[in-house]
């Protein structure tokens, strides 16, 4: 579904992504893993056609997406669910009025049909509890979940997008997030999560890519990943090897 060919990126000249190929099909469970600053973001970006590569192509469904028009792009966009790193809920919203906000804008329902609907989609992210309130007023997973439920809202996505879902989040509030992953791609839908946390992301990955210095330095499965030897992935395996230890003491 997904398809870089050789895809360079520079912000302001500096270059970011210096050279990225792969390949994603619809269902697979993906996760991206790199250090801060590394271009993670900026892949899930380059996806969404919210920004162009210098060079390259990206392909959505056999389509090259880099030289659309923004309402070309406008239907690429609607394939995918995307929720951002900073899950970006409008501060002056109620959580009702920001996953209505995306009903109103991306759907043509009648106003009657809304209300109903940002409910389930709050009960399918078990925060119905939290309609009324403000996000200042959330804690960090319920405003994660929000967020998710309201990247629902916008459309019927082919693949999932979630761009550090679990940062910031307590061990039980990860795993929930990390539980919620799963459940919403149980009918095949696949998912890309950008993660620096190794721990969640092989809770619900199978495909792992690390990105290192603007190039894909692995692309595997879990075993691919637990045996690697390249120095920088050994650091972020550490990290999980440590919590394991936690747990069996
Ligand atoms: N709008 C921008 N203008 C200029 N530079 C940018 C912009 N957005 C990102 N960058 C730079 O591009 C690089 C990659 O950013 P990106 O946000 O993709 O990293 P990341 O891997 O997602 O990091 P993190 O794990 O911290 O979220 C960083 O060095 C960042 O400073
Ligand atoms: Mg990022």
Do not use: W
């Amino acid at each position: 579904m997904i398809v870089f060919d050789a895809v360079r990126f520079s912000y302001n000249s500096r270059e970011i992504l210096k050279d990225i190929s792969f390949s994603v099909g619809a269902g697979e469970r993906i996760a991206f893993l790199g250090g801060s600053g590394e271009g993670k973001t900026t892949i899930l970006k380059l996806i969404m056609g919210l920004i162009r590569p210098d060079s390259g192509r990206i392909l959505i469904d056999g389509e090259d997406i880099t030289c659309k028009t923004e309402a070309q792009l406008r239907d690429t966009r609607m394939k995918f669910s995307i929720v951002f790193q900073e899950g970006a809920l409008f501060d002056s919203l109620n959580v009702k009025e920001n996953v209505a906000f995306c009903l109103r804008e991306y759907t043509k329902m009648p106003e009657e049909q809304i209300e109903e609907k940002v409910k389930e989609l709050l009960r399918t992210v078990d925060v119905e509890r939290a309609i009324d309130l403000m996000p200042e007023e959330l804690s960090g997973g319920m405003h994660r979940r929000v967020a998710i439920a309201r990247s629902l809202a916008a459309t019927d996505p082919k693949m999932f997008l979630y761009d550090e879902p679990t940062s910031g989040l307590d061990p039980v509030n990860a795993d929930n997030i990390c539980k919620l992953i799963l459940d919403l791609s149980r009918n095949g839908k696949g998912f890309i999560i950008v993660t620096h946390k190794v721990f969640d992301a092989v809770k619900v990955a199978d495909r792992f890519m690390f990105l290192y210095d603007g190039r894909v330095r692995l692309d595997g499965n879990r075993e691919d990943l637990l045996h690697a030897t390249i120095p920088e992935i050994q650091i972020f395996l550490s990290e999980l090897r440590y919590t394991q230890e936690e747990k069996n003491v």
